[in-house]
Nanobody
Framework: QVQLVESGGGLVQPGGSLRLSCAAS????????MGWYRQAPGKEREFVAN???????NYADSVKGRFTISRDNAKRTVYLQMNSLKPEDTAVYYC??????????WGQGTQVTVSS
């Protein structure tokens, strides 16, 4: 069983910043892809960003230039630095990992609320 523990969510004013972290532990031999999705109330879960084992990144158009994804392979941790936050970034953020064997695991989610 793979466990993903997320942290760093919270309430922030528009224009502010937050940094999310997600640490993987348990039964996963090697991690290929790590990333984040988010789900706002009443909306489908949407892709935010991902990063592979050699640091190649992908971002949703809505967060390009504002969010930065990174990872520490030794710590099996992925980070999401979120700057210039907007109210429309309000959502539950879920991290995920995909092993080289193709297995996908999800975190429990962390709430991000952008409001004045």
């Amino acid at each position: 069983q793979v466990q993903l523990v997320e942290s760093g969510g919270g309430l922030v004013q528009p224009g502010g910043s937050l940094r999310l972290s997600c640490a993987a532990s348990g039964g996963i031999f090697s991690i290929n892809l790590m990333g984040w999705y988010r789900q706002a109330p009443g909306k489908e879960r949407e892709f935010v960003a991902n990063i592979n084992d050699i640091g190649i990144t992908n971002y949703a158009d809505s967060v390009k230039g504002r969010f930065t994804i990174s990872r520490d392979n030794a710590k099996r941790t992925v980070y999401l630095q979120m700057n210039s936050l907007k109210p429309e970034d309000t959502a539950v953020y879920y991290c995920y990992v995909i092993s080289w064997g193709g297995n996908r695991s999800w975190g429990q989610g962390t709430q991000v609320t952008v409001s004045s």
